[in-house]
């Protein structure tokens, strides 16, 4: 199963190259967040001209999204390649994204990976979680499950809540790293407290059938219960299956901790639109 593709979110860099273009970026970008767009296009315009790499980012943004211009995916990849060729990890990022649907250009995963694999090598988790997709689904390069952990997990130590989850699909599955179902746990439970459903999900069988943790009733209709809620209906199935062998304080208990949970947001989470590969 896969959750809808995770879409990048197109930000606006704050970094400058040189003090001298600094106030006209500036500029820009105080009028941008004000949606005077023609303003910052008038300021941003020259500078990713003269070669700046964040005005020539934050033009391919204005582009692609059809802020204070016709909406032009050609023009917007444009300005991300400018970018991306200085080394630009968000600009490169949403390269591999275009590259990989298709997106103002012809599909080509060999050319998604490429980009994916220079922002996840500076260090961005969005491309290092889709990298791992890229090596995992063996659409660019080859299948290799040993790559595929490498890069989930540098994704997953820096947050990034998908990356938890497939790490933690790793970890159950013993692909590219050693079965452990307790580890399996830990990852499933760092991507769910940031609202992942099938995460979620996954906690509930885990505590039903007791693999990596004793196996807690309570717990697996908590769980359940909190990804029925985002809308996975195997869960409410799963849920509604148990109940019947619960008491009525376990299921008090239950939905108690599940209300508890969804008030906190899971943990203070913040639910992510995600890219996973289970």
Known sequence: NQLPTFIASLIILLSFSTEGLCADFQKG???????HN??????????????????QYNLG??????????????????????????????????LGIIYEKGQGVR?????AVKWYKRAAKLGNPNAQNNL?????????????FTTVAKWYRLAAEQGKASAQFNLGALYERGLGVPKNKETAIKWYKRAAEQGVAVAQFQLGVMYEIGQGVPQEITRAYMWWTIAAEQG???????????????NSSQIKIAQTLAL??????FKGGKKEHIKTEV
């Open 38 to 55: 023609s303003i910052a296009l008038r300021e941003w315009r020259p500078l990713a001209r003269q070669g700046d790499a964040n005005a």
């Open 107 to 111: 599909q080509n995963y060999g050319t």
């Open 61 to 94: 943004v204005m582009y692609d999204k059809g802020h204070g211009v016709p909406r032009d995916k050609k023009t917007a990849i444009k300005w991300y390649t400018r970018a991306a060729e200085q080394g630009v990890a968000i600009a490169q990022y949403n």
């Open 29 to 35: 970008l105080d009028a941008y967040k004000r949606g």
């Open 232 to 246: 996975v209906e195997k869960a409410r199935k799963n849920r509604d299956a148990i109940k019947s062998k619960m």
């Open 260 to 265: 508890e949970c969804m008030a906190k947001r």
């Open 132 to 144: 791992g997709v890229m090596y995992m689904r063996g659409l660019g390069v080859p299948r290799d």
